[in-house]
């Protein structure tokens, strides 16, 4: 499986982005996709994440803000990301998960300026 993502940039305070995630290969069996970020000096931390039967899952931090979603595609996941905070800088990753391994693309900067 490999990932690729987009979508990062530099933004203002309040503004909004959007990520997106394509995954390609052996895409079957993927049971959850999702993002990650990992700020300087932090651990890298889940953002959000869809797993199977259509459930999601949010970081308490980024709840009624960020949007996970699925493309029409099915190998392509968004993350909507609104009223953005200086504390969402970081470098995000997408991951997905299948048949036990786990798969991760190569990072994506966001920097939110306050």
């Known amino acids: 499986v490999q990932l690729q993502a987009s979508g990062g940039g530099l933004v203002q305070a309040g503004g909004s982005l959007r990520l997106s995630c394509t995954a390609s290969?052996?895409?079957?069996?993927?049971?959850?996709m999702g993002w990650y970020r990992q700020a300087p000096g932090e651990q890298r931390e889940l953002v959000a994440a869809l797993t199977g039967g259509d459930n999601t899952l949010y970081a308490d931090s980024v709840k009624g803000r960020f949007t996970i979603s699925l493309g029409n595609a099915k190998n392509t996941v968004f993350l909507q990301m609104n009223s953005l905070k200086s504390e969402d800088t970081a470098v995000y990753y997408c991951?997905?998960?299948?048949?036990?391994?786990?798969?991760w693309g190569q990072g994506t900067l966001v920097t939110v300026s306050s």
């Open positions: 991951h997905a998960m299948r048949l036990m391994r786990e798969y």
């Open positions: 290969g052996s895409i079957s069996s993927i049971n959850a």
